[in-house]
């Protein structure tokens, strides 16, 4: 997905959105070997057995042994690695062809993931940090990035900001708020 967008954005003359959904830290966890060895992890692997430990955590996840749940929690670590690695080959791409003053770059996240941290495994029923703080990072566009946000923001908020980053009118029907408001 990341050489479709890069080909993509490398066509586009002007003003343009681009939403880029990444789903490598979702089911299944693969392991990429480049990503596993910048963190010190053992990759060694299949995709099946992957697929297979993913599938005991989800269906039989009492059977689920010390071992195996560092193993998930590995394959994990390695997919984020990966994923951060693809995050950085886009924002390099749109910034040299844009002017980053001029360009917004928006990276979050729909969840996190529960290991075992309160018994269960997943991001179905828990409302734990680990499945609800997700990163939501902003720049670029004029924004100032230096420090960090103390308010809390949501998801529902991106929307709203990408209108107030565009000077477009925030719809009445939007629940969120633009995070620019919480500056």
Known sequence: ITEEAIDWIQSVDGPF????HYMDVHHPYVPHTEAADKLGLDSAIT???????RRKMVEEPEA???KE?????DLYDIEIRYTDTQIGRLKDAVDSQFSPSETTFIVTADHGEE???HG????????????????????GGGIDTQ????ELVELLDI?????????????DTYRGRSILDAA
């Open 115 to 117: 290991f075992q941290e």
């Open 17 to 20: 959105f681009c939403w880029i």
């Open 159 to 171: 929307a709203p900001t990408c209108c107030d980053l565009t000077d477009a009118p925030i719809p």
């Open 147 to 150: 420090g960090h946000q103390d």
């Open 47 to 53: 995709e099946r057995e992957a697929i297979q430990l």
């Open 64 to 66: 689920v042994d010390k």
């Open 69 to 73: 749940r560092q193993r998930l929690v």
């Open 120 to 139: 269960k495994f997943s991001h179905n029923d828990g409302m734990y940090d680990e499945v609800l703080s997700v990163p939501l990072v902003v720049s």
